[in-house]
């Protein structure tokens, strides 16, 4: 073997050592890309030179590239990513203890790792590339995969520019601030999630909505954001019930409050009415965490023998356990009162069931009260409507007569589901495809 492919394996075997050696930080090459890295690293140190091992480093790097490719960054840039939503004892802790109080050996054991994940962030894919031609004994040097770095949030550009300026060990106090304040593992890789199957999935397109989208409803819309600013500044905030006609954009207000304020920490669990009765284990989940947690529960009410409010009245009440402070719960819902009463629910003089039936009747009407905050949503009258649709044709660049826009605008409505502003952005899409749509007689 000559000099030139001593000093390579040499390289490779330092490496390995450096991965092996890991304490805290494994989790960083836990998924696909992580894992492909590791196997070509050790189809490389086991490379005689034979076809056979030519063939396995061959598959191993084209692996490797495949999954850097499908998530479409490059290898620096994974590393990093893969450190900052880190989740293992050293991230844990620091999210919510400050430094000083961190145990020294934690502390250590994270300068360690991050020494020796740095010697991974300088092997670039070109270093890879080469590698892999010198031990297959390639002509050419395999194409390698690059990629310009992608969008940061501003604290994620911070760390990222902290560990680009020298050893990654002597960022270790940098980084616990990071997830101090931006939290780890799916928190800081999501913004939006669904309770689903148990759990928590992270959403990875969440509706882009932005409250500077809807039209209309500005005292509802500056309540809901100042209530959410009391959230994200640590002040005791309400949970809200916004209630009113369908189509009006309840859900959409919600949506865009997130995307808002996601840059500052704000999350979004999304939590189906069928799952309702997992909300106190969702909330004990969140307690003690740096981000702040909105509950969505949309399309809210309850059938006259459903119990699932029960597990709803807790989380709004409270119970002998404190409610935590980072966790509000928003709802929507078409009905004011939640639980639906009927005529024959009160009580009358010969009833002979129940002592107390009044009280019952007044808990169902009562519960939508327990709601700190109550934002009404009106029907849209008609100049209302027509308002929403020029808002949305403006934004949408929709270069049409006012007096033909607003004559198909009230056809559409009167054709589909009445004036809201669900039917506006439906006209609104609709219109904006038909002008758009070449002639198809051309």
Known sequence: MSSRNTLDLAEIRFLHRQLASLLVYQSVLADEVGSSFLQLLQALYHSDGGEASALVCLQAYGNWFKNLAAINVSWQDYLINQIIVADN??????????????????????????????????????????????????????????????????????????????????????????????????????????????????????????????????????????????????????????????????????????????????????????????????????????QKFIIFVDDLSFEEDDDAFKSLKVVLEGNITARPQNVVVYATSNRRHLIREFFEDRPRPSDADEVNSWDTVQEKLSFSDRFGLTLTFEPADQNTYLNIIRHLAQQAHIQISQEDLAYRALQWATRHNGRSGRTARQFIDFLNAELKMPDSSV
């Not at 790792?113 to 390639?138: E, F, I």
């Not at 309840?250 to 920490?265: C, E, F, M, P, T």
């Open 89 to 290: 004892p050293f991230s844990q802790q620091a999210q919510i203890e400050k430094f000083a109080s961190l145990p020294p050996a934690l502390i250590a054991a994270a300068e360690h790792d991050l020494q020796a994940l740095h010697s991974l962030y300088k092997c670039s894919s070109y270093q890879m590339s080469r590698w892999v031609q010198t031990m297959c004994n390639l002509s050419v040097t395999p194409v390698f995969w690059n990629q310009e770095p992608q969008e940061s949030t501003h604290h994620e550009l911070l760390i990222r520019t902290r560990l680009q300026q020298g050893n990654w060990a002597d960022a270790v106090k940098d980084l616990a601030s990071y997830y101090r304040q931006c939290g780890v593992g799916i928190f800081a890789k999501y913004f939006a999630f669904r309770w689903q199957a148990g759990q928590l999935v992270g959403i990875a397109y969440p509706d882009q909505v932005k409250p500077t989208d809807l039209f209309g409803y500005e005292s509802q819309k500056a309540a809901l954001v100042k209530n959410t600013e009391f959230l994200i500044a640590g002040y005791p905030a309400l949970n809200v019930l916004l209630y009113g006609s369908r189509g009006s954009g309840k859900s959409s207000l919600v949506k865009g409050i997130l995307n808002k304020y996601s840059d500052r920490h704000l999350r979004l669990i999304e939590v189906a009415k069928s799952h309702l009765q997992d909300l106190p284990t969702i909330v004990e989940q969140l307690r003690g965490l740096p």
